[in-house]
């Protein structure tokens, strides 16, 4: 009989905190999978690690023939995987104990949403716990306005339906938005959350994916790439207004906000109203607006209610003024 879920492993040369994660999965209080690992071309005793855990302990498979990229290798063990979960988690993380019990009950207690992510707990290098938490948002609202200008969901922390992602064309071969990209595809046709509590601890230092992606400032203008061939099936934005969007030329923005507003409104059964004044729409339209632009800012704060952010753009308003004067 096969297993439910599939975790999915992509690694090259992870031999210093491999074995950790693979032990964080022998302590799983839901048993019901098996372990698939992509290697890419490990130098290091990455394989001998593998082969000490899989299939003694962890019932599973590793793939070791062909490296591929980080997409590449996600898509091949998504195809491989044969169950109705896939559950990713990078080789420097940490599974929390219950977090695929929590995880796969809720994606059977909601059969509308394809994936669900976690909020995470920051461990240092060595496994220290930094008490540092990163929440995400919970609704499916609040994850799609989200979009708009960041990653609401931390991929090493998903759980999804094996199903859906291959019906919206698996992970792509993109070199840093592996996850990104599939979340755009996936939103079109199916529903996200994530939970509440963190059932992660993430490992930062500086070999990270992610240690690389926040290091770099335009980042996010990449990830607007991708955007643009998103907007009109996710927001009913035609492609002019998205690059007024990308460039930041937001006299617009009003009609921006309703359009989008309106849409989420028709896609939720939601007022309007309740759309256009939700706190992530006005927070991401925010992040997409210059600093300087304080008049456009004030109008989304104010649009819902969120004085503190509101005090905060001014305050890096004035703190720019007196800084180029």
Known sequence: MKPAVSWIIPVKNGEKYLSETLRSLECQSFQDFQVLVWDNGSTDATISILNEWIPSRLPGVV??????????????????????????????????????RQQTKFLRANPQ???????????????????????????????LNHLLHAN??????????????????????????????????????????????????????????????????????????LLLSSYASLYCLPPEIAQCLRNKQLGRLPCIAYTIAKQQSLRRGSPVF???????????????TPVD?????????????????????????ARQRLFSS
């Open 293 to 317: 632009s304080i008049a456009t800012r004030f109008f989304l704060r104010m649009l819902s209610l969120n004085f503190r952010a509101l005090y905060i753009d001014i305050r890096e308003f």
């Open 63 to 100: 793939y070791a023939e062909n490296p591929l990229t980080i997409g590449g290798a996600l898509a091949e063990l998504v195809r491989r995987s044969n169950t109705e979960f896939c559950a990713r988690i990078d080789s420097d993380d940490i599974a929390q104990p219950d977090r695929l």
């Open 113 to 143: 949403v394809a994936l669900v992510g976690t909020c995470v707990e920051i461990i240092t290098t060595t496994g220290q716990k930094t008490g540092q938490q990163i929440n995400y948002p919970l609704n499916f609202r609040d994850i």
């Open 152 to 225: 609401p969901i931390a991929h090493p922390s998903v759980l999804f339906r094996t199903q859906a992602v291959l019906d919206v064309g698996n992970y792509s071969d993109n070199q840093i938005y592996e996850d990104y990209d599939l979340w755009l595809r996936l939103a079109k046709r199916y529903s996200f959350a994530n939970l509440p509590e963190s059932y992660l601890y993430y490992r930062t230092h500086s070999d990270s994916v992610m240690s690389r992606i926040l290091s770099r400032d335009s980042i996010h203008y990449q990830a607007f790439d």
């Open 274 to 288: 309740s759309e256009l004044t939700a706190r992530s729409l006005g927070d991401s339209l925010s992040h997409l």
